[in-house]
C-alpha cells in the first residue's frame, strides 16, 4: 500500500455564524495526483487554506499529520518550508518584473542584502526547463500569455522544493491544449513521486489525470472514489457534488421565439491601446437575433473579450472603425453610458478584477449599474435597493446570509450571480456574456445556464464567449468562431461538432503557415 503523505482529520472551520467545515477528513498517498471537488463554496478553498497555513493554527479544530507529524502551521511559510505549496487561481505574478525575479520573490537567491543574479536567473531557467517553457528567465511577466504564467507559477512551486503542490483551478484561463499540456506535466510529475492536489470543476480532466476524488458538500467529506476500483465516472463524481443526478447538462430550450435582428456589427477593427500599430480585432461582421443564444469561440488571444469590450461603449481599444446597428437603427456607443442608454450589457470575464466591488454588500453590486431605479431627486431609496438586491438575490438563488454581505465573502458561483443581477437589473436587451461559467461548479453552471435560457425566452439576445466548446455547442443556436481577430467560421450550433470548430482554426492557422 501506497505511502500516506498527507491526513486531515476531522477539519472543522467556523466563520462567524457559518461552519464553512465540519469534521472534514482526506488522504493523500505519495506520488498520487488527488482531486478535490464540490460545488462552490462547498468548503474547498478553505480546506486548503488550512493545509497551507493561511487560517493558522488555533483557528480551526482538528488535525493536519503531513509525513507522519503533526502540524500547526502558523503562516505560509511554515508549509512551504514543508514542501506544502499552494498554487491559486488568481496568480500571484507581478507583472513588470521578469520571471526570475518572481520565481525567487521572497525565496531570494545570494545574501540578505545581497543578491546573485547569476544564480537567480541560472537556476530559474533550470526550472523553466522542467516544465517545458522555453522563455527566458528575464521576460517580463506582462509579455506572457496567461498558460505561460500558469507555468511559471508551477516553476517557482518547484523551487520551493515542493513535495506536495497544491493547485486552485489550475486550467481555468487556459484554452484546450494548454490545459492538456498543464495536466500531462503533472502525471509526469507523479511518476517523479511528487503527489498533487487539485480542485477544479473540469469533470473531464479530472477523469483523466486523478487517481482518487474526494467530494466535498455543504461542508463535509461525502466520500473518496478510486479510479483503480472503477468508481471514477463524471455522472458519479456530480451525484455525491449535489446530491442529486443531473441527467443533461444543459437545460432543454424551446427555440420558437427567435425574431428580427436586434444588433448587427459590421466591418469592425480595433488596434490595441498601447501597441497601437496591432490590430486585435480585424474586419469582423456578426449579428444576433431576438431570443437568440450566439456563441464566440476560438483559442485564447483570438480577440474576443476585445470584441466585446469595444463595442461596449468603447471601454477597449484605439482607433476603432465600423458600425453598430441596434434594432435596425445605426448608433454610436462612444462611451459605457451611452451602450447601457441603447440597452445592451457586457458580463465580464474578470468578476474580481473589473465586474464587483468585492469590499462592498450584494445590495450595492446589484444596483449600481441602474442607480436611477432606485433613486429619487438623486437620493438612493434605501429600502428600494435592499428589495431589489433580495429579490435578485431569490430570483437567481444566490447563497449568502443576506443581501449586505460583502461579495469577496461569497463563492465564485455566487459571485457570479450577484453580476449576473447587476446587469439583469439594468435591464437590457443584448447581454453580452464573457465566459459566464469560467472556474464555477456544475450546479451554479446549470443555473445560470437555466437563467440565459429565460433571458431569450422573454425576446432578449444573449452573446456568449466561451473556451469550452460542449458549452458554447450545448448552449447556442449559432457559433462565430474567431482566429486572430478574424471571424473564420459561421456555424449552425445543431449541425456541427467540436472537431469542425476546431478545424476552423487549424485551418486559418495552416493557410497562413
Known amino acids: 500500500m501506497a505511502e500516506i503523505i498527507l491526513e486531515m482529520k ?156 497544491i493547485l486552485d483551478e489550475p486550467t481555468a484561463s487556459l484554452n484546450e491544449s494548454d490545459s492538456k499540456a498543464l495536466l500531462d506535466l503533472l502525471l509526469q510529475f507523479k511518476k517523479e513521486g511528487l503527489s498533487s492536489i487539485i480542485i477544479s470543476h473540469k469533470l473531464n480532466e479530472i477523469s483523466y489525470v486523478a487517481d482518487r476524488i474526494t467530494v466535498i458538500r455543504d461542508g463535509s467529506t461525502i466520500e473518496t472514489l478510486d479510479k483503480t476500483k472503477g468508481e471514477v465516472s463524471e455522472t458519479r463524481i456530480i451525484k455525491g457534488m449535489v446530491g442529486r443526478e443531473l441527467t443533461d447538462r444543459f437545460p432543454k430550450r424551446e427555440k420558437k421565439n427567435i425574431g428580427d435582428i436586434s444588433m448587427e456589427i459590421k466591418d469592425w477593427s480595433v488596434y490595441h491601446p498601447l501597441y497601437t500599430e496591432r490590430k486585435v480585432v480585424d474586419n469582423v461582421s456578426m449579428y444576433v437575433r431576438k431570443g437568440e443564444i450566439v456563441g464566440i469561440s476560438g483559442l485564447m488571444g483570438a480577440g474576443r473579450t476585445e470584441l466585446a469590450m469595444s463595442v461596449f461603449g468603447r471601454s477597449y ?19 459605457v453610458k451611452e ?65 449586505e454581505q460583502k461579495v469577496g ?10 453580476l ?52 458554447v455547442l450545448g448552449m447556442c443556436d449559432r457559433i462565430y468562431v474567431m482566429n486572430e481577430g478574424r471571424i473564420v467560421g459561421s456555424l449552425e450550433a445543431d449541425k456541427t461538432s467540436q472537431e469542425e470548430i476546431m478545424s476552423c482554426i487549424l485551418k486559418e492557422n495552416n493557410e497562413k503557415d
Request: aromatic share 6%; with cysteine.
Open 420 to 471: 449576473l443581477a447587476k446587469w439583469m437589473f439594468a435591464d437590457p436587451d443584448i447581454l453580452i456574456l464573457d465566459e459566464p461559467t469560467r472556474g464555477i461548479d456544475v450546479g451554479a453552471k446549470y443555473e445560470i445556464y437555466c437563467i440565459m435560457n429565460q433571458l431569450v425566452a422573454e425576446g432578449k439576445s444573449v452573446i456568449m464567449i466561451s473556451s469550452e466548446l460542449p458549452e
Open 339 to 403: 451602450a447601457i442608454r441603447h440597452k445592451l450589457a457586457y458580463v465580464t470575464e474578470d468578476r474580481k478584477g473589473n465586474g464587483l466591488i468585492l469590499s462592498n454588500s450584494i445590495k450595492i453590486n446589484t444596483t449600481m449599474a441602474n442607480m436611477a431605479e432606485i433613486s429619487k431627486h438623486k437620493v438612493i431609496d434605501k429600502d428600494k435597493e435592499y428589495r431589489v438586491a433580495t429579490e435578485y438575490k431569490d430570483k437567481l438563488r444566490t447563497k449568502c446570509s443576506s443581501v
Open 10 to 165: 476531522d477539519i472543522t472551520k467556523t466563520f462567524p455564524g457559518v461552519k464553512v467545515l465540519d469534521n472534514v477528513n482526506l488522504q493523500v498517498k505519495k506520488g498520487e495526483i488527488h482531486a478535490l471537488v464540490g460545488e462552490n463554496g462547498a468548503g474547498k478553498s478553505t480546506l486548503m487554506n488550512v493545509l497551507s497555513g493561511i487560517y493558522p493554527y488555533g483557528t480551526y479544530e482538528g488535525d493536519i499529520i503531513y509525513e507522519g507529524d503533526i502540524c500547526k502551521f502558523q503562516q505560509i511559510k511554515d508549509s512551504e518550508d514543508k514542501g506544502i505549496v499552494i498554487i491559486h487561481q488568481e496568480l500571484a505574478l507581478i507583472p513588470y518584473m521578469t520571471i526570475g525575479e518572481n520565481m525567487f520573490l521572497g525565496n531570494e537567491r545570494g545574501y540578505k542584502f545581497n543578491i546573485s543574479w547569476s544564480d537567480t536567473y541560472g537556476k530559474a531557467d533550470e526550472y523553466l526547463k522542467i516544465v517545458g517553457l522555453k522563455e527566458s528567465s528575464k521576460t517580463l511577466i506582462k509579455d506572457l500569455g496567461i498558460g505561460k504564467q500558469q507555468l511559471v507559477e508551477i516553476a517557482k512551486a518547484l523551487a520551493k522544493n515542493a513535495k506536495l503542490l
Open 409 to 418: 465573502n461569497l463563492s465564485g458561483g455566487n459571485q457570479q450571480k450577484v
Open 317 to 335: 481599444g484605439t482607433n476603432i472603425s465600423g458600425s453598430i446597428t441596434i434594432n435596425g437603427k445605426e448608433v454610436y456607443l462612444k462611451t
